[in-house]
Structure formats: structure tokens, C-alpha cells
């Protein structure tokens, strides 16, 4: 769920001595990165949490009595995601069944350190989950800053079918349970300082597999752009809402896996071919690079064909000569 990494957990910027430019009565704690202000914790915390409500509100994400599936990882976005749907959800009558839902992928020194610190947040321990807890809705972390880097992504890429749906706040609505962002407009640097603020316990470490990602050239680029100019992250976003995709594109269709019968755009769900290849001794699997703009599963099927077919071939030789 976190594609982002704030590294060790440093104070923010401090604004000095100036007064806050909103209450003006108490000094200033931190510059906000979205809109440049000047202003203090107590003013930073209103108006970061009035920015999701209107957000929630204005979007229709949820109605009384739903019940909501928080997908967490134990790292600051989906921590700050529970915390602050829990403050809104008692401070404005949301009237939301709230569950926090982990899924422990198995890496080892990290998803195993993150899900403790999941259990001391206290969570209960994502669609197989959900269904399991029969819940309406499923709400990620994903932020303003991992929404502008798949904006970019798609369209370095050449995706173009995915592009016009990267940027919905609510996917998944003709499916069975619909995920939604409520940190759609959230900048990642607000997130941290939100988290550094109200003292929250949130895991830190970065992925094992996340160095070399193609998804941190992206990440860099943007942050570069938003050092310049910082509405670049949203005006980035806006970009990709406002895309006119040609009629003729073809959009990946949504259909279900042949193996497990969950949602897939693909013949096998990508929880199915990372199992396989886990199974078949490929655990790459699914997650390395493969031909095809999207590298999708046929793909993988096709390199996991190869693979069998050169280890077979290798057995084969073995029988052959001494090694």
C-alpha cells in the first residue's frame, strides 16, 4: 500500500518566530508544503483534516452505515488513513463500521516487522479479506503523490486505457466490493508531518524490492518538479482528469480469475501467478520485467513456460555429462 519511504523520522522545518497566518495568535510550527502557509500544529491539524472530510464529502464515498475495510500496512499512510477516519468518523457522524485489514505477503524482515506494528495500533487483522469481514467498501492510503506518479507512469508507458482511470477517486464499482482514496489530494509530506505531530507508532523500513523501481525514477522527477513549483503533484493529477482518451482505445476489460474466481483483468489474477510462481520455484514470477506495455500475466505465463523448458533442458544435460 506505501509506495513512498520519508526515511528516519526527522522533525519538519520549523517556521521560526512568525505567528500563524491563520489564527494569528500562536507561533508558526512548519511551512505546509501544498500551499506554503505558515501556521501552527493546532491550525495544521484542522485544516489537513477538514481537507479529507471535504474530500469524502464532496466525492460521496461513504453512506451511514457502511462498513469500511482499511487496507494497512503499518506505515504512515495507512496509519494517519486509520486515525483520521476515526476522528471524522466520531466528529462528524459518519456512522462507519471501521476494520483495519493487513495482508502479510511474506517478506520477511519487513512485512513481519510491519504487521507488529499494525498489532500495537491495535488493528484487526485485500479483497479475500474484505469479503471475509463482508464489508462495502475497501479505503487505501494511496496519496496525492502516488496518484501523480502513475499519472506519469501511464503515460510513459503509452497506457493510455489505464490512464483514464488512475485518477478515480472510487474504483472497483462494478465489482464486488469498490476501493476508494480518500488522500487523493494529500500531499505524502503533510501525511508525515501529521504523523510526526500527533506522535503516531508507524513503520518505517523501506521494501526490500523497492530500490531500482521503476515507479522511484518517477517518484524523483516529481519531486524535483514539486521543489519548483509546489501545486505540481495536483496539477499533475488534474492533468490526468482532464485527458480526453480516444473512443477507439481499448480499455482493459474487468473480469475474474479463472483459478480463484476473484476480480482480474487478466485470464489469472496477479495473487494467482505470484502463488504459482512461488510454487514452480520462479519467485520472480509476476514482479519481474517482462515484453508488453503492461507486462501482464500471459506474459508471465510465457516466461514461466521458457524457464521450465531451459531448466528442463539444463536436467536433460546434466544426465548427459559430469558436473
Do not use: W
Not at 43 to 64: A, G, M, R
Not at 153 to 163: K, S, W
Request: proline content about 4%.
Amino acid at each position: 500500500m506505501d509506495s513512498a519511504v520519508d526515511g528516519p523520522r526527522q522533525p519538519p522545518a520549523r517556521a521560526g518566530s512568525r505567528l500563524c497566518t491563520r489564527c494569528g495568535e500562536r507561533k508558526a510550527a512548519l511551512k505546509r508544503p501544498k500551499t506554503l502557509e505558515q501556521i501552527c500544529r493546532e491550525c495544521f491539524y484542522v485544516v489537513f483534516e477538514d481537507e479529507i472530510h471535504q474530500t469524502i464529502v464532496d466525492n460521496n464515498l461513504f453512506k451511514p452505515g457502511d462498513r469500511v475495510a482499511i487496507g494497512a500496512s503499518g506505515g504512515k499512510d495507512s496509519t494517519v488513513l486509520a486515525y483520521v477516519l476515526s476522528e471524522l468518523n466520531r466528529c462528524h457522524k459518519y456512522c462507519l463500521d471501521l476494520f483495519l485489514l493487513s495482508v502479510d505477503e511474506g517478506i520477511t524482515g519487513y512485512r513481519d516487522d510491519s504487521l507488529e506494528t499494525v498489532k500495537r495500533n491495535e488493528i484487526q487483522a485485500l479483497d479475500r479479506g474484505a469479503a471475509l469481514l463482508k464489508v462495502d467498501k475497501i479505503v487505501t492510503g494511496h496519496n496525492a503523490d502516488d496518484i501523480a506518479e502513475t499519472v506519469l507512469l501511464n503515460i510513459l508507458r503509452g497506457d493510455i486505457a489505464r490512464l483514464s482511470r488512475c485518477t478515480f477517486i472510487t474504483t472497483g464499482e462494478d465489482g464486488p466490493i469498490p476501493r476508494c482514496k480518500p488522500f487523493k489530494y494529500t500531499y505524502e509530506k503533510e501525511i508525515v508531518m501529521y504523523a510526526y505531530f500527533k506522535k503516531l507508532d508507524y513503520f518505517s523500513t523501506e521494501c526490500i524490492y523497492s530500490p531500482n523501481a521503476y515507479r522511484g525514477f518517477a517518484r524523483e522527477f516529481i519531486k524535483d518538479l514539486e521543489r519548483m513549483r509546489p501545486r505540481a503533484i495536483l496539477d499533475i493529477i488534474k492533468s490526468g482528469e482532464n485527458f480526453r482518451i480516444s473512443t477507439t482505445t481499448r480499455m482493459p476489460e474487468q473480469g475474474t480469475c479463472e483459478r480463484c474466481g476473484y476480480i482480474s483483468s487478466q485470464k489469472l489474477c496477479k495473487a494467482c501467478v505470484l502463488l504459482d510462481g512461488l510454487n514452480r520455484g520462479l519467485p520472480k514470477l509476476g514482479i519481474g520485467r517482462t515484453k508488453g506495455i503492461a507486462g501482464g500475466d500471459g506474459d508471465c505465463e510465457q516466461q514461466a513456460t521458457r524457464s521450465e523448458r531451459n531448466r528442463s533442458s539444463l536436467q536433460g544435460k546434466r544426465g548427459n555429462f559430469d558436473f
